[in-house]
């Protein structure tokens, strides 16, 4: 390429470097659940983490990598063992209350993993919410945290509306700028139902996670142009590293710039961590709304009125619906495919997650040793 930038420069802060082997073509391979989840513990393990707290953060990245979000799943061991290297991370830390009402928690995640503390801080979030009906919630110095559809699904299950947000780390810059100052600060909302899985919407702001374009750039291959990214003089392109070093675009333009301005104050300035420009690894934040409907109105008839809503959005796909198109529910392709994988008990990885997992693998001294078995999972998901 002819652009002469280096990685530092092309990718974001603490993400390492995975390029292919020249001519590596290598198909995606598919692996046992029951096989992956104790490698990944013992990989955890060895790399500083108790034994309940890498069973936590493996269960998580799994339900990722189950749901089809596999770009934020085991993917991500190699940077967050990388992370605990480099002492940006602290691989024992937990999450600490610092301030509690009966409606608001504010936590300290103390440089920890994110799919550590995030969870045990939406633990103690469900219960307060429990008890109080509503419940505002903040952490600080948190970390990346991976699929963040896995914290407000859970209130979900546990019967609460939920919204959250997370500041990341400076991708995105101000409409009309090159300079990168924002993070891809995606946004989750998801409702309860009454007898099937919640509604779940989990987007990034840009229009594709740039979790897929990290993997483009791992495998070697070129993005589509539609997804919008540009170059630094703004001009189209399909290159991952070009993509990454120029301007990385947000849905609706300056629309989606004021949605990240948003996030970026409620998820980093007032959990009291960092934001904007200094969102870095270990100083993340995230903001939790959980609501019981029931406080609002009475909870059946919520129910009924989800359900209501489902049936005239099915009716809409069935009657009305454009030629060549299906109509989903927000969250419900993963949902499927959560089903699918769950009961297969298998999900699949491309080769360069492979090779990273047995990267990692050996320099922990736990060899990656699951054996790839025969699958239909197509890498990616949905």
């Given at each position: ?178 300079r990168k100052l924002f ?111 029931g406080v609002f109105r009475d ?84």
């Amino acid at each position: 390429m002819a652009d002469t930038s280096t990685d530092q420069e092309i990718l974001p802060r603490g993400i390492p470097d995975d390029r292919p082997a020249e001519g590596d073509d290598s198909a995606p391979l598919s692996f046992r659940l029951d096989e992956l989840r104790p490698w990944g513990i013992a990989a955890y393990v060895a790399a500083g983490m108790a034994a309940d707290d890498a069973e936590t953060v493996v269960d998580n990245q799994l339900w990722s990598d189950r749901r089809g979000v596999d770009t934020h799943g085991f993917q991500r061991v190699s940077w967050y063992v990388n992370w605990f290297r480099d002492g940006t991370t602290d691989p024992t830390a937990q999450c600490e209350i610092v301030t509690r009402t009966p409606s608001v928690l504010v936590a300290d995640g103390h440089h920890g993993l994110g799919q550590l503390v995030i969870t045990r801080f939406m633990e103690q979030l469900i219960e307060a919410a429990t008890e109080s009906g509503l419940v505002v919630g903040v952490i600080r110095n948190s970390n990346d945290w991976g699929c963040g559809a896995n914290y407000p699904y859970h209130a979900a299950e546990a019967g609460f509306v939920c919204y959250g947000t997370t500041t990341s780390v400076p991708n995105l810059a101000p409409f009309g700028s090159r300079r990168k100052l924002f993070g891809n600060n995606p946004i989750v909302w998801t409702s309860p139902r009454r007898d099937e899985p919640p509604i779940v919407l989990d987007m990034a702001i840009t229009p594709v996670a740039l979790g897929k374009v990290l993997r483009a750039r791992s495998e070697g291959r070129d993005i589509p142009v539609e997804w919008g990214f540009l170059d630094r003089d703004g001009n189209p392109t399909v290159d991952p590293d070009v993509a990454m070093r120029g301007i990385v675009p947000a849905i609706g333009g300056y629309k989606g710039i004021g949605m990240i301005t948003a996030s970026n104050i409620a998820a980093g300035i007032l959990a009291g961590s960092a934001h904007t420009g200094d969102v870095a690894v270990g100083r993340r934040g995230q903001f939790f709304l959980l609501m019981d409907p029931g406080v609002f109105r009475d909870r059946d008839e919520y129910y009924d009125d989800i359900e209501d809503m489902v049936s005239q959005i099915r009716a809409a796909g069935e009657e009305d619906v454009l030629p060549g198109q299906t109509v989903y529910l927000p969250g419900e392709l993963e949902q499927r495919e959560m089903d699918r994988r769950s009961a297969a008990g298998t999900v699949s990885y491309p080769a360069s997650v492979v090779r990273s997992l047995s990267r990692v693998g050996d320099e922990l001294g736990v060899p990656f040793d699951c054996a790839a078995v025969p699958d239909a999972s197509p890498a990616g998901g949905p």
